[in-house]
């Protein structure tokens, strides 16, 4: 069946625009998450949505952060007036279910790769 | 806090020899689950195991074993007969009662020479 799948693949964007990341997971994974993976940082943590429950946004680096998902399926991660340092690229995960701790195997999308000039 | 340590940022062995790859672990939680990650040249992670914390087994499949020992918070991760496909970089990660989303170590680049 069909993977995670992240759009765009690519993003270059001038310091200060906006832009947003899609993310459309699995069908049926009620799990979705976010990650970051930089050289500098490795892979962080950014946000996780259970079904449609309001997320924790405490792993968010900054405000300019934002996440939401729509009808429990697909994620959209928007970055307002982006800075140099939110190149990195985002991935997106999700699994069938979540918990603390979590057993469910995570299946990672490809990436949107973003690119701040 | 939680926190899983890779060691090694690369290594590089030629095919058929076998490789270790290390990642330590600290958490103070009881309950907890231990990841291996595959991140091939194309980029996407690509899952290899999952542990829990109760079960200190270890496990072997095909080429791959991994070896769990709470004792020394370690969960190394064995690839014998290496091959040139082997060649990516791996993560340790770690799911506590601390964050909903898995912690990972910095990776380990493995290269496979021919």
């Known amino acids: 069946g069909a993977g995670v799948s992240q759009s765009p693949s690519n993003k270059v964007t001038e310091k200060g625009k906006d832009v947003e990341l899609r993310c459309d997971p699995i069908?049926?994974?009620?799990?979705l998450y976010w990650y970051r993976q930089s050289l500098g940082q490795g892979l962080e943590f950014l946000i996780y949505f259970q079904g449609n429950s309001a997320p924790d946004k405490s792993g968010l680096p900054s405000d300019r952060f934002s996440a939401e998902r729509t009808g429990g399926s697909v994620s959209t991660l928007t970055i307002q007036r982006t800075q140099q340092e939110d190149s990195a690229v985002y991935l997106c995960a999700s699994s069938f279910g979540s918990g603390r701790p979590s057993g469910y195997e995570q299946y990672f999308g490809p990436g949107t790769r973003l690119t701040v000039t | 806090a939680q926190k899983v340590t890779q060691a090694q940022t690369e290594i590089s062995v030629v095919e058929k020899e076998d490789v270790t790859l290390d990642c330590v672990y600290e958490?103070?939680?009881?309950?907890?689950?231990l990841f291996w990650y595959k991140q091939p040249p194309s980029g996407e992670l690509v899952f290899l195991i999952r542990r829990n914390s109760f079960d200190e087994q270890n496990e072997i499949s095909g080429r791959y074993s991994w070896n769990f020992q709470k004792s020394t918070s370690s969960f190394n991760f064995t690839i014998t007969a290496s091959q040139v496909v082997d060649s990516a970089v791996y993560f340790c990660?770690?799911?506590?009662?601390?964050?909903?989303?898995?912690?990972f170590g910095k990776g380990t680049h493995l290269i496979i020479q021919p």
């Open positions: 958490t103070r939680d009881t309950t907890y689950y």
């Open positions: 990660a770690l799911s506590g009662r601390g964050a909903d989303g898995l912690t």
């Open positions: 069908s049926g994974h009620t799990a």
